[in-house]
């Protein structure tokens, strides 16, 4: 009896095996079709996953704000702080998006627009100070002065005109999120908001049931600490962009520099990329004041701007962000570099809360296999 049901078994275990080479032949045989279905599966869902996303950055806010009214004398009040909570924090989001486009939006609009019309003679100009210098210059060398021979017949307004770039802006916004998916993604978000402690819990009691006692408690601490990283890192680095923008703005306001909205709102964008974004976007501001202000104001834009985010970079980000990323800067560096390789702006942004909780794992390893060499040597050392 034993050996017939084995033997079932054998067969059943090369049926299975047989019937998943067939799978696999099948699905890369037709790679493409089953592609297909997966990146229509992603598009179906993606406004649940942005729902979550949404859910995630406002968690810490609507946890907060719910505390207070919890303190509330008002019983009401108290005893309906989470839907207040989550009512308050999208409306300040509301009112926060019509001061974005009402106010700020037009303004870079603006410039950029001034700007893109403009740029021809911006680049004529550039060409006539280049052709000013003297020959024995270090700018004068073959390799510049063939690359501007190869681009000094080019129409370059052609290529930045307004419309074509908000026609493709608009594109790319209607492919991507429609009017539908923005509703669904806002529902989701609220909900998850609304019912957050039950899925939490859920979440957690799934896991505590899958895994044994030690795995669970490690996956407890990692998540908790990620979720911190993370969650400080983005809300603090775009609080700081916001600040250095309006900072920025301001100084080349007081300046007269050109295209000062847009200059600020450019290096408080880069601001979020830490080191690299900085110098990127101060370098393209730097062109854009001595091509439309002169060498002067250039230099004093360069000075000033340095000095406000060597403020930023020692006063004003720590405070906002604390001592939760102590991360060597060449190590940061480095994690935006290979970030942004594979995964563009977007990986050059998380680069850094990624290494983060790297650095955390690593750590953790180590000082795991020095205890348990340490306890490997005490008993030599007791004999």
């Known amino acids: 009896m034993n050996e017939i049901k084995n033997h079932g078994k054998k ?6 095996l047989g019937v998943a080479i067939i799978v ?4 890369l045989d037709n790679f493409g079709d089953v592609m297909g ?3 229509k599966f992603f598009d179906i869902i993606t406004p649940f996953l942005a729902g979550i996303f949404i859910s995630y950055l406002l968690y810490i806010p609507c946890k907060k704000i719910e505390k207070a009214y919890q303190k509330s004398k008002l019983k009401w009040v108290a005893k309906k702080a989470r839907p207040l909570g989550i009512l308050t924090v999208y409306l300040i989001i509301l009112l926060l998006l019509i001061i974005l486009i009402n106010f700020i939006l037009p303004v870079v609009f603006e410039s950029v627009e001034d700007l893109i019309n403009n740029i021809q003679n911006y680049y004529e100009i550039a060409i006539d100070k280049y052709n000013s210098l003297p020959e024995d210059n270090i700018l004068k060398s073959d390799v510049v002065n063939d690359a501007i021979g190869n681009i000094q017949n080019l129409d370059i307004k052609q290529y930045f005109q307004l419309e074509k770039i908000l026609a493709y802006v608009v594109s790319a916004i209607d492919a991507v999120t429609g009017l539908f998916d923005v509703v669904v993604a806002v529902i ?8 957050r402690v039950e899925i939490l819990n859920s979440i957690k009691r799934l896991a505590e049931a899958t895994f044994k006692e030690k795995t669970y408690k490690n996956l407890d601490k990692y998540f908790n600490n990620s979720n911190e990283i993370f969650f400080k890192f983005i809300a603090s680095q775009f609080l700081d962009a916001i600040i250095v923008g309006i900072l920025v703005t301001i100084a080349m306001s007081i300046m007269g520099i050109k ?3 847009l200059l600020g709102f450019l290096i408080g964008l880069f601001n979020m990329i830490p080191y690299i974004g900085a110098i990127i976007a101060v370098g393209i501001s730097a062109i854009i004041t001595l091509i439309t202000g002169g060498f002067s104001q250039a230099i004093w834009m360069l000075i000033v701007v340095i000095i406000l985010q060597q403020i930023d970079a020692n006063i004003i980000n720590p405070k906002i962000i604390g001592q939760s990323l102590k991360i060597s800067p060449l190590l940061v560096i480095f994690a935006i570099t290979v970030g942004g390789a594979y995964f563009g702006i977007l990986g050059m942004f998380l680069a850094v809360p990624v ?3 790297i650095r955390i794992l690593v750590e953790d390893y180590i000082d795991y296999k020095m205890t348990i060499k340490k306890v490997q040597k005490s008993p030599k050392l007791e004999n």
């Open 11 to 16: 067969w059943l275990y090369w049926f299975i």
């Open 37 to 39: 279905v997966i990146a």
């Open 259 to 261: 295209y000062a909205p």
């Open 188 to 195: 989701v978000s609220v909900y998850i908001l609304a019912e």
């Open 355 to 357: 290494i983060a909780v």
């Open 24 to 27: 696999v032949y099948k699905a």
